[in-house]
DNA sequence: TTGAAAGCGCTAACAC
DNA sequence: GTGTTAGCGCTTTCAA
């Protein structure tokens, strides 16, 4: 491991003046020439130097660790979500401690544990119903100087040291309405779902300006398929009114009903066309592939982690809202 | 944050007392007598005392960070893994560094990347196609002290300092093989996957130990549903052979033949039965659900890191062979 | 059996 | 502009 003593030793100077060369947020006040920085630098970069996180912090009063808040879930946006926090840690050397929870007591847990290891700052993605004491939480660990990112904040949360990297639900709902629109669809028919409001939203808003109008089913457990579709189908005997468009704010539901009514003979991606969200694992494999939405929590995941290192070093971040996109299989 | 020196102020001993009697490896030939080794235990409780990990592997000359090689997929049993891993590194104050990739020149700048920085160890899943590169790696990584534990090594590389945990595929091939011949299917179809061969293995051995046969498909994209079913229903007309027992090695591929046999008018979990392996996301909710393997994932995770915190702390790990578990669904 | 003190790599206050 | 020095929390050598 290359050190700064090291780099004094090889380019002539102290280590202090290294240090004040190759830190990220050297004290106020420090001058160095212009030479000699350039010195400095090149011979850290010859010498393959890497910072030391952990010393630069021990020194601070602290840990570089950067607390990680993730859903307890298997779904596979999560995995894109710490796959690009992984990747974006590992480029700047900061070690992470995951929690894995989906409660607002463990979110409290998870926040007092980040306080009391005085980890550098905390990446969060509280996916469960909002609550009142996570904007308590958020602000009382803001208001003694943490640094947070919060994925999908949705503006609820509000604090100085907060940036939020939101993921646009509303505007992904009307990309789905689009191409149905493009499709032909004449009716549409859409699962409730009230984790999700804003991709129904996006959805029906869209729709409504055509001046068509959407079915809503309160859950997908109320989906009989034979029932609804035979009753959709013999509604329109005169084909005019095909194909249906069928959207649920979840590849999950999306799933389910895709299997559902390949058993009673509907011809999915011709009569009946149907999408949904998240492009989850698997959605590309069923018969037909599943038209859905992809969001990016790859590049959610590392932003994350370059505003809080960022923000941990004293500048500034912005936050920042994420346009998902459509992905387009032979279900829609 | 509790530290030694305020233990040691409360307790009423040096700091280097405190330090003997917390530290998981204190130096050789440190004697305690059992009375203070009491109190300062207890001490340490009443305040709430976490070590400092940070602190303790500098002064040991590197970093308490654990480097965690993770397979570059979205499949569902990393996700698993990885929660494992964070649930026990939280439990035991170890930060981590996940390197997510599936190339063996990606393992090589990660095992390069984990000595540069004098991490405290190493957990790899290098779920790639198997290499001797690989063992020499491993070789070298444990021959320079290293610490790793291995999943699913299936027993290619050794070293001392190196332990595994394997997941039992043999017996999970097995177990899908009693199931299906339980429910009393007569002709068995399998499809190839060189990625997994002891999960053919496994299941065919079983079929063959009662005198009956499996046909082998070479891979799902010559699996013509349409064909394939015609001709093993017609060719057993009678009924008598039913119902046909399909196991893939992968859920997805089970997945893909569920899809196209429902749009061919095939009872699933009726004249057909069909499992898969993996229990990704989605194999419960397309429709039938699909009866299917799950891998220990979460317990491999937490196991591997008691494992790794063993041997970095000096102590003998065993290696250990997790067995899986069918999980019945409607499909078979 | 216990304590004093050095030092891991780095930063920051202070001196020059 | 640059160097000197103390110290973050812990382990370990050496001395008592």
């Known amino acids: 491991m290359v050190t700064l003593r090291e780099i004094a030793a090889a380019a002539g100077y102290s280590i202090a003046v290294v240090s004040r060369v190759l830190s990220p947020c050297p004290h106020a006040g420090a001058r160095i020439a212009e030479k000699t920085r350039e010195h400095i630098s090149d011979v850290a970069l010859r010498l393959g130097y890497r910072p030391n996180r952990v010393a630069e912090f021990l020194k601070r009063g602290g840990s570089p660790v950067i607390g990680v808040y993730i859903p307890d879930s298997a779904e596979t946006h999560s995995g894109e979500l710490v796959k690009g926090i992984c990747l974006e840690a590992g480029l700047n050397s900061f070690p992470l401690a ?7 007591d463990g979110f409290q847990r998870f926040i007092l544990e980040t306080i009391n290891f005085r980890n550098s700052g ?12 996570i904007a308590e939480l958020v602000e009382m660990y803001c208001g003694h100087g943490g640094r ?25 709902g009307g990309m789905v309405a689009e191409r149905l629109l493009t499709r032909g ?9 009230h984790t999700f409001p804003a991709r129904h ?11 068509k109008t959407c079915e809503i089913i309160a859950s997908v457990k109320e989906f009989d398929a034979e029932k609804v579709i035979s009753m959709l189908l013999s509604m329109h005997q005169n084909k005019n009114n095909l194909p249906i468009g069928i959207f649920t704010a979840s590849d999950l539901e999306a799933v389910e009903i895709i299997t559902m009514l390949a058993k009673c003979n509907v011809k999915i991606g011709r009569d009946v066309l149907i999408a949904g969200y998240g492009n989850q694992y698997l959605a590309a494999h069923v018969h037909p592939g599943l038209t859905t939405v992809v969001q990016p929590f790859l590049t959610a995941g590392r932003n994350s982690l370059t505003k809080l290192s960022a923000m941990i070093y004293g500048k500034d971040a912005e936050s920042e809202k994420l346009i998902p996109e459509l992905i387009i299989r032979e279900s829609a």
Chains 1, 2 share one sequence.
């Open 98 to 104: 995951f929690f894995y929870d989906a409660t607002i």
């Open 122 to 133: 905390v990446i969060a993605f509280p996916a469960f119903q909002f609550d009142e004491r």
């Open 148 to 172: 947070m990112v919060m994925i999908n904040n949705l503006e609820r949360c509000t604090a100085p040291g907060l940036c939020s990297i939101d993921i646009d639900d509303f505007s992904g």
């Open 185 to 193: 669809c004449r009716r549409f028919l859409t699962i409730c779902n």
């Open 201 to 211: 939203e996006g959805f029906c808003r869209k729709i409504e300006i055509t001046g």
